[in-house]
């Protein structure tokens, strides 16, 4: 039996190419702690023991048989449950889809199994998407593995809750607001949120088109360059999706900051928890003792970032869920939960004739505003580092009763989300036990920068060793 | 009191592109096996998202160009938000506040005069799937085909400015026709793919304005006809409205604001649905496809592909070919009998009026039996064309020309074949000069007859030679020879 708490895909692609482990026995003992530990942490909603074995035993095969392979094959990966999955059911945390198993494959997903990778379960999450903490999940809530009695983040909860617990090495995720970003945070991990446009969104449950974007979560920098790699890329079935053309994220990776210029926003610093001001002062000063300048720098726009991602992403949400009828598939429109009830009603609401004015056209011009602070700041700088979220990981249940909190844990997420760039959430060390996470937000297709930068302040500092003590 | 009708039309065209509008599957689906044309896109699956079919929305900019319409350089898909189930996304994708083109016009001829209709909008959407309601052991079920769903869709939007049933129908069969110049649909109306639904309601003349320029006020209510799958019963339907309305009117009531179908057992519209209040669709644009833009020299090079549309090429005929007006009409309604007539007039080189008399009376009249269009049978303009010469030329008679005419489209062969294959070429002036003599010698009497000034007795003659010639004797002539022989 090996031990497969330490791994990362970089060094169990290593040991699967230097034949000192088969992916059938990699995926086994992936499988068996997932099994051993989902009772814990709830963060898979279906295991795809079947599936995996299957895809695994199919790898081996091939390395056998001296092919040449991607890095991902044999790699175990976790799919959130909003990935439309062939033969395998989805359920976006929803009730509503309990019974649905799709008739295809997102671009992602397929992409992903072309490059070998084994799926070995379908992650929870908020349900639809809707949460920042993964209790608004219909299949119970999920635990942060690095404190059972706190929430992992959300919506990507199972995702992060699994990566971080060793239940799979990578998973997908999908950032509307701060989905990926957030739950990376909470939970000690490397999460991208891609640029608008360069991950196919198609065959993944919607949440609010204008933003979502589609990413994944690992230990490293690095291994979450090699899933970018592949998932990357314009998809013929997604009109939103950039034709430019594909960096190779994992190349000249080391580079270095040296020269690079880092703004701090001020508005990011304001209102936050002490520790964590702390810890991103901290890490952008080894940035800097790296070679990296810093700049103080302003985006003005910041204060309206909650209020119009939470009109702007209702009224697509409210158009989005108008399909779950019960009619073709899934269960009647009574199982929705409160939070896509609200959501649904809010939306309705701000798109309704006399109010889109006020409200959904309105916030688009807002929309544009942070959009040209980014701009303008991008002009001046090369990132931005700030906080991921303003506090370390809250207790479950403390937010739940009160969903304007809750909104409130996106305050540092969405901006970028609305002006469309991309943005990594990097692990920054630990206050207690518990994980803090910074952001490190680039302009348009920047991510190969982003990677870069990411990637020095790794080094220094390894903060993906520490891993949680579960068993 | 007395009423002016006011009458709109919104007028639903299918495009006849081989895809659907934002998926591949086939949009050619009537007559198909149910669901058999869907794929996760067209219905509505988790996570499936549109692509705009490229030449659909190439389609539609040709519609709006030849409808003078004003076309929209910038231009984007929005969702209209309902829910039915016919609707599998509970959102139609279409076009609210920039759709591909505004503010164009046709013209109509009604009675011998032409009137302009402005045309408020035209915009592309997808089509819905098609509901129908069963018993299956013994329970009342609902069963969708998602086939049509995703189908692409043109709605033509005019201004409510006819005033008389033959207008509207004049305007929808204009409309009908320059989608088929255009060869963007089929416009079908029994098979759905153009389906019309008028809007009437009455004005009271004596509140018309007066004042050039200044708008009619428009009535504080409006009724629209749907379920309506020919022009013939779009006609019946708006009369029997007026009829209603003015009824309900002069009882001093004002008709309800609602649809109504028309009920062809009983040759009446009966009331379907009250709308009371506006539907709030949430019309918000459609993320997943980006805004396009096109610039003019798009437009320009997409101009240059119109063909010649039916207005222009009636005009060209009267100018041309020196036909009557009635005629052109009735040649320009078809652009396939348009092309067949020149055709056929380029190859025949002779009186272009023949051309149509042919046309219109032996072609036509086929044509109108069987149901068929000119695409439909074995004619060449060449066939016809060949047919003509003949019988200018004097080999066969007008008569035998029509029994040709009906073998060749039966069959593939030429008129110069059949005429020999038949043996029906008229017998030469020596062969006839042969017959007369003979038919002189055994009829003496008539002969006698003849010559005593009983003329009708050459008629007698003349029958006999033509029995003789079983047919193929060409009368002008056998008269001139018997008058020639008798004479001497």
Same mark, same amino acid.
């Given at each position: 039996?090996?031990?497969?708490?330490?791994?990362?895909?970089?060094?169990?692609?290593?040991?699967?190419?230097?034949?000192?482990?088969?992916?059938?026995?990699?995926?086994?003992? @992936?499988?068996?702690?997932?099994?051993?530990?989902?009772?814990?942490?709830?963060? @898979? #909603?279906?295991?795809?023991?079947?599936?995996? #074995?299957?895809?695994?035993?199919?790898?081996?095969?091939?390395?056998?048989?001296?092919?040449?392979?991607?890095?991902?094959?044999?790699?175990?990966?976790?799919?959130?449950?909003?990935?439309?999955?062939?033969?395998?059911?989805?359920?976006?945390?929803?009730?509503?889809?309990?019974?649905?198993?799709?008739?295809?494959?997102?671009?992602?997903?397929?992409?992903?199994?072309?490059?070998?990778?084994?799926?070995?379960?379908?992650?929870?999450?908020?349900?639809?998407?809707?949460?920042?903490?993964?209790?608004?999940?219909?299949?119970?809530?999920?635990?942060?593995?690095?404190?059972?009695?706190?929430?992992?983040?959300?919506?990507?909860?199972?995702?992060?809750?699994?990566?971080?617990?060793?239940?799979?090495?990578?998973?997908?995720?999908?950032?509307?607001?701060?989905?990926?970003?957030?739950?990376?945070?909470?939970?000690?991990?490397?999460?991208?949120?891609?640029?608008?446009?360069?991950?196919?969104?198609?065959?993944?449950?919607?949440?609010?088109?204008?933003?979502?974007?589609?990413?994944?979560?690992?230990?490293?920098?690095?291994?979450?360059?090699?899933?970018?790699?592949?998932?990357?890329?314009?998809?013929?079935?997604?009109?939103?999706?950039?034709?430019?053309?594909?960096?190779?994220?994992?190349?000249?990776?080391?580079?270095?900051?040296?020269?690079?210029?880092?703004?701090?926003?001020?508005?990011?610093?304001?209102?936050?928890?002490?520790? #964590?001001?702390?810890?991103?002062?901290?890490?952008?000063?080894?940035?800097?003792?790296?070679?990296?300048?810093?700049?103080?720098?302003?985006?003005?726009?910041?204060?309206?970032?909650?209020?119009?991602?939470? #009109?702007?992403?209702?009224?697509?949400?409210?158009?989005?869920?108008?399909?779950?009828?019960?009619?073709?598939?899934? @269960?009647?429109?009574?199982?929705?939960?409160?939070?896509?009830?609200?959501?649904?009603?809010?939306?309705?609401?701000?798109?309704?004739?006399?109010?889109?004015?006020?409200?959904?056209?309105?916030?688009?011009?807002?929309?544009?505003?942070?959009?040209?602070?980014?701009?303008?700041?991008?002009?001046?700088?090369?990132?931005?580092?700030?906080?991921?979220?303003?506090?370390?990981? @809250?207790?479950?249940?403390?937010?739940?009763?009160?969903?304007?909190?809750?909104?409130?844990?996106?305050?540092?997420?969405?901006?970028?989300?609305?002006?469309?760039?991309?943005?990594?959430?990097?692990?920054?060390?630990?206050?207690?036990?518990?994980?803090?996470?910074?952001?490190?937000?680039?302009?348009?297709?920047?991510?190969?920068?982003?990677?870069?930068?990411?990637?020095?302040?790794?080094?220094?500092?390894?903060?993906?060793?520490?891993?949680?003590?579960?068993? | 009191?007395?009423?002016?009708?006011?009458?709109?039309?919104?007028?639903?065209?299918?495009?006849?592109?081989?895809?659907?509008?934002?998926?591949?599957?086939?949009?050619?689906?009537?007559?198909?096996?149910?669901?058999?044309?869907?794929?996760?896109?067209?219905?509505?699956?988790?996570?499936?998202?549109?692509?705009?079919?490229?030449?659909?929305?190439?389609?539609?900019?040709?519609?709006?160009?030849?409808?003078?319409?004003?076309?929209?350089?910038?231009?984007?898909?929005?969702?209209?938000?309902?829910?039915?189930?016919?609707?599998?996304?509970?959102?139609?994708?279409?076009?609210?506040?920039?759709?591909?083109?505004?503010?164009?016009?046709?013209?109509?001829?009604?009675?011998?005069?032409?009137?302009?209709?402005?045309?408020?909008?035209?915009?592309?959407?997808?089509?819905?799937?098609?509901?129908?309601?069963?018993?299956?052991?013994?329970?009342?079920?609902?069963?969708?085909?998602?086939?049509?769903?995703?189908?692409?869709?043109?709605?033509?939007?005019?201004?409510?400015?006819?005033?008389?049933?033959?207008?509207?129908?004049?305007?929808?069969?204009?409309?009908?026709?320059?989608?088929?110049?255009?060869?963007?649909?089929?416009?079908?109306?029994?098979?759905?793919?153009?389906?019309?639904?008028?809007?009437?309601?009455?004005?009271?003349?004596?509140?018309?304005?007066?004042?050039?320029?200044?708008?009619?006020?428009?009535?504080?209510?409006?009724?629209?006809?749907?379920?309506?799958?020919?022009?013939?019963?779009?006609?019946?339907?708006?009369?029997?409205?007026?009829?209603?309305?003015?009824?309900?009117?002069?009882?001093?009531?004002?008709?309800?604001?609602?649809?109504?179908?028309?009920?062809?057992?009983?040759?009446?519209?009966?009331?379907?649905?009250?709308?009371?209040?506006?539907?709030?669709?949430?019309?918000?644009?459609?993320?997943?496809?980006?805004?396009?833009?096109?610039?003019?020299?798009?437009?320009?090079?997409?101009?240059?592909?119109?063909?010649?549309?039916?207005?222009?090429?009636?005009?060209?005929?009267?100018?041309?070919?020196?036909?009557?007006?009635?005629?052109?009409?009735?040649?320009?309604?078809?652009?396939?009998?348009?092309?067949?007539?020149?055709?056929?007039?380029?190859?025949?080189?002779?009186?272009?009026?023949?051309?149509?008399?042919?046309?219109?009376?032996?072609?036509?009249?086929?044509?109108?039996?069987?149901?068929?269009?000119?695409?439909?049978?074995?004619?060449?303009?060449?066939?016809?064309?060949?047919?003509?010469?003949?019988?200018?030329?004097?080999?066969?008679?007008?008569?035998?020309?029509?029994?040709?005419?009906?073998?060749?489209?039966?069959?593939?062969?030429?008129?110069?074949?059949?005429?020999?294959?038949?043996?029906?070429?008229?017998?030469?002036?020596?062969?006839?000069?042969?017959?007369?003599?003979?038919?002189?010698?055994?009829?003496?009497?008539?002969?006698?007859?003849?010559?005593?000034?009983?003329?009708?007795?050459?008629?007698?003659?003349?029958?006999?030679?033509?029995?003789?010639?079983?047919?193929?004797?060409?009368?002008?002539?056998?008269?001139?020879?018997?008058?020639?022989?008798?004479?001497?």
């Amino acid at each position: 039996m090996i031990d497969i708490e330490d791994l990362t895909i970089k060094t169990a692609a290593d040991l699967l190419s230097k034949r000192q482990i088969k992916a059938q026995e990699l995926t086994g003992a @992936f499988l068996d702690r997932a099994h051993k530990l989902n009772k814990k942490l709830n963060s @898979f #909603i279906t295991i795809t023991d079947d599936v995996a #074995i299957k895809q695994a035993k199919k790898v081996d095969e091939l390395i056998v048989d001296n092919q040449k392979l991607n890095p991902l094959a044999g790699i175990p990966i976790g799919v959130k449950d909003l990935f439309s999955t062939q033969g395998i059911r989805t359920t976006a945390g929803s009730k509503v889809l309990e019974n649905y198993v799709p008739v295809y494959d997102a671009t992602v997903v397929s992409r992903l199994k072309d490059s070998g990778v084994v799926i070995v379960g379908k992650t929870n999450q908020d349900a639809w998407g809707h949460g920042a903490s993964g209790e608004n999940s219909d299949f119970g809530s999920t635990c942060n593995p690095y404190d059972l009695t706190r929430v992992p983040g959300g919506s990507s909860s199972g995702s992060a809750a699994a990566v971080a617990a060793n239940l799979c090495l990578a998973a997908t995720g999908t950032d509307t607001g701060g989905s990926i970003r957030q739950p990376s945070s909470f939970c000690n991990l490397v999460g991208l949120k891609p640029t608008y446009g360069r991950v196919s969104r198609y065959g993944i449950i919607a949440m609010a088109s204008s933003l979502d974007s589609i990413g994944h979560i690992t230990h490293t920098v690095y291994d979450n360059a090699l899933i970018l790699n592949i998932t990357a890329g314009y998809d013929q079935f997604d009109s939103t999706t950039s034709p430019k053309p594909v960096d190779d994220y994992t190349k000249d990776i080391n580079r270095g900051v040296k020269g690079i210029k880092v703004g701090l926003p001020k508005e990011y610093f304001e209102s936050l928890d002490p520790g #964590i001001g702390e810890k991103i002062i901290s890490a952008v000063k080894i940035l800097e003792k790296l070679g990296a300048e810093l700049f103080d720098i302003s985006l003005p726009h910041t204060e309206y970032g909650v209020v119009t991602y939470y #009109i702007i992403q209702p009224s697509e949400v409210s158009s989005n869920l108008a399909r779950y009828d019960g009619i073709r598939f899934g @269960f009647d429109r009574e199982k929705f939960g409160a939070e896509a009830k609200r959501r649904i009603i809010l939306g309705t609401y701000t798109l309704s004739a006399g109010y889109y004015d006020a409200y959904y056209l309105k916030a688009m011009k807002v929309r544009r505003l942070i959009r040209e602070d980014f701009e303008k700041v991008f002009k001046k700088v090369d990132v931005l580092i700030c906080p991921t979220l303003p506090t370390p990981p @809250f207790k479950l249940g403390e937010k739940i009763t009160d969903p304007l909190s809750m909104y409130l844990a996106d305050i540092f997420t969405v901006c970028p989300s609305l002006a469309g760039v991309p943005s990594l959430n990097l692990p920054c060390g630990f206050i207690g036990d518990l994980p803090v996470g910074m952001q490190i937000i680039g302009p348009d297709f920047s991510e190969k920068l982003l990677y870069q930068v990411g990637y020095a302040y790794e080094q220094e500092t390894k903060w993906y060793q520490k891993r949680p003590d579960l068993i | 009191m007395n009423y002016q009708p006011v009458i709109g039309l919104e007028v639903h065209i299918e495009l006849s592109t081989k895809s659907k509008m934002f998926c591949s599957c086939s949009a050619d689906y009537f007559g198909t096996k149910p669901n058999t044309h869907t794929c996760p896109v067209c219905l509505g699956l988790p996570g499936a998202m549109p692509k705009a079919n490229k030449l659909a929305i190439e389609f539609a900019q040709k519609l709006a160009l030849a409808l003078n319409c004003q076309v929209q350089l910038g231009s984007k898909f929005d969702r209209k938000n309902y829910f039915y189930p016919d609707l599998p996304k509970g959102f139609q994708i279409s076009q609210y506040d920039l759709p591909f083109s505004k503010k164009g016009f046709l013209i109509i001829r009604v009675n011998g005069s032409t009137k302009k209709i402005s045309i408020t909008r035209a915009h592309l959407e997808e089509d819905t799937a098609k509901l129908s309601h069963a018993t299956i052991n013994g329970k009342r079920v609902t069963l969708i085909d998602f086939n049509r769903s995703g189908v692409p869709l043109m709605e033509v939007v005019s201004e409510p400015e006819m005033s008389s049933a033959a207008e509207a129908k004049a305007y929808a069969q204009k409309l009908q026709q320059i989608v088929r110049y255009l060869e963007i649909s089929d416009a079908d109306m029994e098979k759905g793919s153009m389906r019309i639904e008028p809007n009437v309601s009455l004005r009271d003349v004596s509140q018309v304005s007066k004042v050039p320029r200044v708008p009619h006020a428009l009535p504080n209510y409006k009724v629209e006809l749907k379920n309506i799958n020919s022009f013939r019963f779009a006609e019946k339907a708006i009369n029997y409205e007026i009829e209603r309305q003015t009824q309900v009117l002069k009882s001093g009531k004002i008709p309800h604001q609602e649809t109504r179908g028309w009920d062809e057992k009983n040759n009446r519209t009966v009331s379907q649905r009250t709308k009371e209040l506006a539907h709030d669709y949430r019309y918000f644009p459609e993320p997943d496809l980006p805004p396009f833009n096109c610039d003019q020299v798009y437009f320009s090079k997409l101009q240059s592909q119109i063909p010649e549309l039916p207005d222009q090429k009636r005009e060209r005929f009267l100018i041309s070919y020196q036909i009557l007006e009635s005629e052109a009409t009735l040649l320009c309604q078809d652009k396939y009998m348009a092309n067949f007539f020149e055709e056929t007039v380029k190859a025949y080189k002779g009186s272009p009026k023949k051309v149509v008399n042919w046309i219109t009376g032996e072609l036509l009249r086929r044509l109108n039996q069987t149901g068929q269009g000119i695409g439909d049978i074995n004619l060449l303009p060449a066939q016809l064309a060949e047919l003509l010469y003949f019988v200018d030329q004097n080999r066969i008679t007008n008569a035998t020309a029509k029994e040709i005419f009906e073998k060749m489209i039966q069959s593939t062969k030429s008129a110069s074949e059949l005429i020999s294959e038949l043996d029906l070429v008229l017998m030469s002036q020596k062969e006839l000069e042969k017959l007369t003599e003979t038919v002189i010698k055994n009829n003496q009497k008539a002969v006698a007859d003849f010559k005593n000034d009983k003329k009708e007795s050459l008629d007698f003659l003349i029958g006999q030679v033509q029995r003789l010639s079983k047919g193929k004797a060409d009368p002008a002539l056998v008269r001139q020879l018997l008058l020639d022989k008798l004479k001497s």
